[in-house]
């Protein structure tokens, strides 16, 4: 008796198929949320001032949206972040406030846009 060795092809990685219309893509929302921070060096305000920032940004979900936002002001220059509160404002009406409106038409076309308070925000008590 002889044993007769087969090869047995290799798989191959499979592409991953379009989502069909019941499998959506994840869709990009936009987020909005205010931030206060410290100022580094990098940012060109008083180090060590605490200012507001509004922070736009997409994402598919607001846990995704707050993770980038953190790491977007820690990458130009900002520490101890805190978010103060956040929305989902897909969809709505544009801002009647210009410099609003236009970090908001930004990060819908760049994918974020922070918009820095230049007053400082003052110490509580």
């Not at 990458?75 to 969809?91: C, F, P, R, Y």
């Amino acid at each position: 008796m002889s044993a007769e060795k087969t090869k047995t092809p290799a798989k191959k990685p499979q592409a991953k198929a379009a989502p069909t219309k019941d499998e959506k893509a994840p869709q990009k929302r936009l987020f909005m949320m205010l931030f206060e921070a410290t100022a580094g060096a990098k940012t060109g305000l008083r180090m060590g001032a605490r200012h507001a920032i509004m922070v736009f940004m997409v994402a598919s979900e607001k846990k995704f949206a707050i993770g980038k936002a953190f790491k977007g002001l820690e990458v130009t220059g900002w520490s101890g972040m805190q978010l103060k509160k956040g929305a989902d404002i897909t969809g709505q009406k544009r801002f009647e406030d210009k410099a609003l409106d236009a970090s908001a038409r930004k990060a819908m076309q760049k994918g974020a846009a922070f918009l820095v308070y230049k007053d400082e925000v003052k110490g509580q008590a």
